[in-house]
């Protein structure tokens, strides 16, 4: 049932703003729509240069310059990979920019979702959403059904796509500057690192600590360049967390027919739902370093922002969400993850000492 937020309300996000001051207003932030990366030269122009300015602001020599590209593969993935002569080269599918897109304009074309943002009363249910894709067919635009009506919805949607689409980039950004991509070069003669599955000689442990690792520079990342322009508010931290979390949440499983074993020699991605929880943990320690946020305030942001997700996935694949299970893995968890840390650690001296982003543990070097 769609609930009608007064202005006046304090808004649903837990910021303790007014709504009108808060998701209320009719301009959407933090990212310009014009600057959605759909075609070539719009997405060199702004991962090259984000990918620059890291570079000068880390002090990294001229031969580790990274390369963003648009890649013309219909089917979800990226790629983070060293050329012979230094360069580095961020690779993301179009299909994964129309994907992330798609995902959340799902999300906002359904008037019960994220009712706070805009005239929800425009939007119709559809009968037939599918937020779970991994191929996008980029030779029509029929696919997109679920563009939202309301104007400053359909803004919101996009705003929360490219928000997706900059943690991606910055995780492939994590592989290389936190030394994978070199790493892997040096012992392998090849520096491919995937996020469509990998065909690398690393050893399962040591490709999963790479992964995790990526996540918290990522996130680190993430919250760290909110204190540009309006600052660390409340409003552009949750939907950060809105963004991230659900681009994850979508490929969660169910971990309680999966055994330790399995996990920790599958040569491929972890499973989603370990890298959720360890990316919330990682936001939790980099809000709580660097001071950006009290944490009390942060923590109420990041449960909203997960049950709106939650709820909002649930109406469009029609299913009934447990609250009590919503991270419930069966203490998969918490056996994966000494293994992965005693990886990291000895992989750890052999990696670049270039990390911007949240760590593994709070106890790892």
Known sequence: MMVKISH?????CGSGLRHKHCHGSFAPDPYPQDLFPSDVDTFSERYNGRANAMIMECGLQTKHSVVAELWPEAYLGASAEMQDDGTNVIKINRGTVFLLRDLFDQMLSHPSNFPHIGWPSREIVHRDYQPKRKLYDLTTTAQRNWQPKDPARAKYASDLALAAI????????????????ALLKQVTGSSLISEAGSTSPLSALDYQAFEYQADCFAIGQGLHRL???????????????????????????????????????????????????????????????????????????????????????????????DPDKLMDDGGLTEQVTPALHDTFKKLRPRLLPYSFGGRLSPDLP
């Open 8 to 12: 006046n309300q304090p808004c649903p």
């Open 166 to 181: 900059d943690h991606l980039f910055d995780h492939e950004l994590g592989h290389i500057f936190n030394g994978h991509t």
């Open 227 to 321: 204190r540009t322009g309006p600052g660390v508010t409340a409003k552009r931290v949750y939907d950060l967390l809105c963004a991230i979390y659900l681009q994850y949440r979508i490929w969660t499983e169910n971990l309680r027919a999966i055994s330790v074993e399995r996990v920790l020699t599958q040569k491929k991605h972890p499973p989603a739902n370990i890298r959720l929880r360890l990316i919330l943990g990682s936001s939790v320690e980099v809000m709580f370093r660097r001071k950006l946020m009290p944490m009390p305030n942060f923590g109420e942001l990041m449960v909203n922002a997960m049950l709106e997700c939650e709820e909002g996935l649930a109406r469009l694949t029609r299913t009934f969400i």
